[in-house]
């Protein structure tokens, strides 16, 4: 499988496949673009294509989303219905195509709708074993428990950096720019790959922690004149901002070269930015909130 990170997962499900044990019905869980969704199309592939005269050909296919043994459903405008879930389900009753099973992965499970939620039920309950089911969502607390309990459960953590980065440069990215969105994905792989992919998410990245190391060196009227211009952003930017900086004095607090009264700067800087997220949070007036912020950044 060609994942990047989670090797246990991959080496889990793997043997799983190996030895015929692979269970039915799995429950992908984890932040946002962690690779939950990469992980269900690759074990897909290795199903798909294990008793294939042309394992390749099933790869394509299932890259190109053709391929008949495959269905793959997620929301549509915000949520999943029951009558998408239904033929699902009708699907799942036939025979394979191509292949020795049929694989059905559900991306966002957590929003299917509660007709549909009864619908899968059944399939859970009967499952055939001709058929893999996968359901991905952030947490397992996310979707019924009836639903939970009858999965397998593999609960996907962040990655490191230092993982992504590696991961990234093999794949023959520029490293000054590996390094760069591995640092800003927060552990999400998916993250860093759109950092690379899009310009201007990278550049919007570089520019936040050059506002940072700017503000460290300037003075109290020019540190209040950046929270008056941030006040007006969206809720959304600032809270990418504030990510961007604490991820920047995580790493600064990892650094052993530094001093330790750098250290403590940069622990500092963590506990001001996780106290303006709670003001933010409970609905502190902006404004003043990131006043606070400006004159608790250390530097100067």
């Known amino acids: 499988m060609d994942i990047i990170g989670h090797e246990w997962a991959v080496k889990r499900l793997t043997r799983a496949i190996e030895r015929g044990q692979l269970?039915?019905?799995?429950?992908?869980?984890?932040?946002?673009?962690?690779?939950?969704?990469?992980?269900?199309?690759?074990?897909?592939?290795?199903?798909l294509a294990r008793d294939a005269a042309n394992p390749q050909r099933t790869r394509t296919l299932i890259e190109q989303n053709k391929h008949p043994d495959l269905s793959w459903l997620a929301p549509i405008d915000g949520s999943i219905k029951v009558e998408p879930l239904r033929d699902l389900m009708r699907t799942l009753s036939l025979s394979p195509v191509e292949s020795s099973h049929r694989v059905a992965v559900i991306d966002d499970a957590q929003l299917m709708s509660d007709s549909g939620k009864n619908a899968i039920l059944k399939t859970l309950e009967e499952p055939n074993p001709k058929v893999v089911l996968v359901l991905i969502a952030p947490s397992v607390e996310s979707v019924l428990p009836t639903i939970a309990s009858?999965?397998?459960?593999?609960?996907?953590?962040?990655?490191?950096?230092?993982?992504?980065?590696?991961?990234?440069?093999?794949?023959?990215?520029?490293?000054?720019?590996?390094?760069?969105?591995?640092?800003?994905?927060?552990?999400?792989?998916?993250?860093?790959?759109?950092?690379?992919?899009?310009?201007?998410?990278?550049?919007?990245?570089?520019?936040?922690?050059?506002?940072?190391?700017?503000?460290?060196?300037?003075?109290?009227a020019e540190r209040l004149a950046y929270a008056e211009k941030l006040a007006r952003a969206e809720e959304e930017d600032i809270t990418v901002l504030l990510d961007d900086w604490a991820?920047?004095?995580?790493?600064?607090?990892?650094?052993?070269?530094?001093?330790?009264?750098?250290?403590?700067?940069?622990?500092?800087?963590?506990?001001?930015?996780?106290?303006?997220?709670?003001?933010?949070?409970?609905?502190?007036?902006?404004?003043?909130?990131?006043?606070?912020?400006?004159?608790?950044?250390?530097?100067k």
């Open 150 to 220: 009858r999965c397998q459960v593999l609960n996907l953590r962040p990655l490191g950096a230092g993982v992504i980065e590696a991961a990234l440069i093999q794949r023959n990215h520029d490293p000054a720019k590996a390094r760069t969105a591995a640092q800003a994905a927060r552990g999400q792989v998916g993250r860093a790959l759109a950092l690379l992919k899009d310009e201007s998410h990278y550049t919007a990245h570089a520019q936040r922690i050059a506002d940072l190391q700017r503000l460290l060196n300037s003075n109290r």
């Open 23 to 47: 269970a039915q019905s799995h429950l992908f869980v984890g932040p946002p673009s962690i690779g939950k969704a990469t992980l269900a199309r690759e074990m897909a592939v290795t199903v």
């Open 247 to 299: 991820l920047y004095w995580r790493d600064y607090a990892k650094n052993t070269t530094a001093s330790h009264s750098q250290t403590r700067a940069a622990t500092r800087a963590m506990r001001a930015i996780v106290t303006t997220r709670k003001y933010l949070a409970q609905n502190v007036n902006t404004r003043l909130a990131l006043d606070m912020l400006m004159l608790d950044l250390g530097g």
